[in-house]
């Protein structure tokens, strides 16, 4: 099996010309490819081929992405500009005398927008930048197939239990099958004695029961949902085994399983049966859950 999970974590450094970097990467369960990135201040061109190296990578999740750089000779490259950082310092002052709330940090004043900016006399040329972004890139993508690798080790452990659940689902339908099949005669039975309680020593005629009793067998009739069930159920196996993200698709099957659950505790007219399609109804959630961590 082959599945992938939208769950993992991986992290790569690397360095060049007196730079050091590191990057993290994390996915979490989501209904589309959302990347959140974070880069110092001067790396923001890195953006773009960032997000279409993981597009290229992934289908779906929740990803965040950091970047973290240390430079030679401090924070070479980088200054404080003066202007910006007054005016967080009185933006932050007022919100105190406000508020009430504790200054603001020095930390948290710099991690501000705009206040720390590229050192124009430290400006690299179009050539060097290139190097030097080409060069951190490549270390992000060592950090993608890490990534990608972590979420496939995590997609076949995810498998395993989805096979198992989908295995349960077609035992409880089996079970289900010849729960019904008893049904007719249990019908029969029940209208016979419900008759006699209310007609007392009033005979009804053989062929008057065997229509009402067809009535009752036609209405609890769910031979049509087991066989959606069992075909749902050979879609699920085969799905576990591609190699494509089908995630979406599963999650889909999983309402499909449901609706048909339904329908079966519903015409039931048998304790048992509806014993069963309500533990086919839970088996069904537990698989709908774990679903949703599929690419």
């Known amino acids: 099996m082959t599945i992938g999970s939208m769950t993992g974590f991986a992290e790569s ?59 030679e000779g401090s924070a070479r490259g980088l200054k404080v500009d003066p202007v910006a950082l007054a005016s967080a310092v009185k933006l932050a002052r007022e919100v105190a005398a406000e508020t009430g709330l504790a200054p603001a940090r020095i930390d948290g004043l710099l991690a501000l927008k705009g206040v720390i900016v590229q050192d124009e006399s430290g400006f690299l040329d179009p050539m060097t930048r290139g190097h030097r972004d080409a060069a951190i890139l490549k270390s992000l993508a060592t950090a ?25 689902i077609a035992r409880l339908v089996d ?22 309680e ?14 009402e009793v067809a009535l009752l067998a036609t209405r609890a009739d769910v031979r049509e949902e087991l066989d959606r069930l069992r075909a749902h159920v050979q879609d699920a196996r085969a799905l576990l085994h591609s190699v494509e993200a089908v995630g979406r698709k599963l999650d889909f099957l999983a309402q499909e399983f449901n609706r048909e659950a339904n329908t079966l505790c519903a015409k039931s007219a048998d304790i048992a049966l509806t014993r069963t399609g309500l533990a086919l109804k839970a088996t069904i959630d537990q698989f709908r859950e774990q679903a949703q961590n599929v690419e």
């Not at 079970?175 to 006699?196: D, F, G, M, S, Y």
């Not at 209310?198 to 229509?211: H, K, S, T, W």
């Open 198 to 211: 209310l007609a007392g020593n009033v005979q009804v005629a053989p062929e008057r029961l065997a229509q």
């Open 144 to 168: 993608f197939d890490a990534l990608s690798k972590a979420r496939l080790n995590e997609g076949a452990k995810l498998a395993q239990l989805l096979s198992a659940q989908v295995d349960a």
């Open 13 to 71: 450094t690397g360095s060049h010309d007196g730079l050091r970097w590191r990057w993290e990467t994390k996915s979490v369960n989501g209904r589309s490819l959302e990347l959140r990135l974070r880069t110092p201040p001067g790396f923001d061109s890195l953006e773009q081929p960032a997000r279409m190296m993981a597009a290229e990578r992934f289908r779906r999740g929740n990803f965040q992405i950091n970047l973290t750089v240390e430079t």
């Open 175 to 196: 079970e289900a099958n010849k729960l019904a099949a008893a049904q007719p005669e249990a019908l029969r039975q029940r209208l016979t004695v419900q008759i006699q």
